[in-house]
């Protein structure tokens, strides 16, 4: 399975490099896995609605770009599913019996997805009704990539 991370910023905390390496590790047995930053684009201060709409449609163009064109794209979004670890693995499992195995989930920025990111989603993944931080959101991502893996080859996971 090929798995793209389309995300918007660059991580700079430490601890979350070094913990979304250490995931990116693991996963390496189990699928191909590539993470794309796309530039953060700047937001003015006290943003006007059609600022936000200008900033976002400007990052959701990027992240377009980003998306190979067969790809099954997955969005993370408050408003999508929330699925279980263990319906995170049956889904993966359900579309690589359905011939999609190059997949590509997509983070958004600080104020979100572009409307032209969500329409062009196959599908929407919510992790929780709780905001995160997007670099934040991108270590969950890994970790629960691993975690279904693992549990759809009924391994052991302590971690």
């Known amino acids: 399975m090929r798995i793209t991370i389309v995300a918007v ?13 250490e995931f990116v590790k693991r ?16 937001m003015p201060d006290s943003p006007s609605v059609a ?17 190979r064109p067969a790809s099954h794209l997955i969005v993370l979004d ?15 499992d359900a579309l690589a019996l359905a011939g999609k195995s190059d997949l590509t989930f997509v ?5 979100g997805l572009a409307p032209a990111v ?13 905001t995160f931080t997007h ?6 991502l890994v970790e629960q990539l691993y975690r279904a893996f693992k549990i759809s080859r009924n391994e052991n ?3």
């Open 27 to 42: 996963l390496a047995p189990y699928c191909r896995l590539d993470i794309v930053e796309i530039a953060e684009e700047k």
């Open 51 to 67: 600022d936000k709409a200008r900033v976002l449609g400007r990052e959701g163009e990027r992240i377009l770009k980003a998306v």
């Open 9 to 21: 910023g660059k991580i700079k905390e430490r601890y979350l490099t070094q913990g979304i390496g």
């Open 135 to 140: 670099q934040m959101i991108r270590l969950l």
């Open 157 to 159: 996971y302590h971690h």
């Open 78 to 92: 408050r408003g999508g599913a929330r699925l279980s670890s263990e319906d995170l693995a049956a889904r993966l």
């Open 118 to 130: 969500l329409a062009a989603a196959a599908e929407k993944l919510s992790f929780s009704a709780l």
């Open 107 to 111: 983070i958004g920025g600080a104020f």
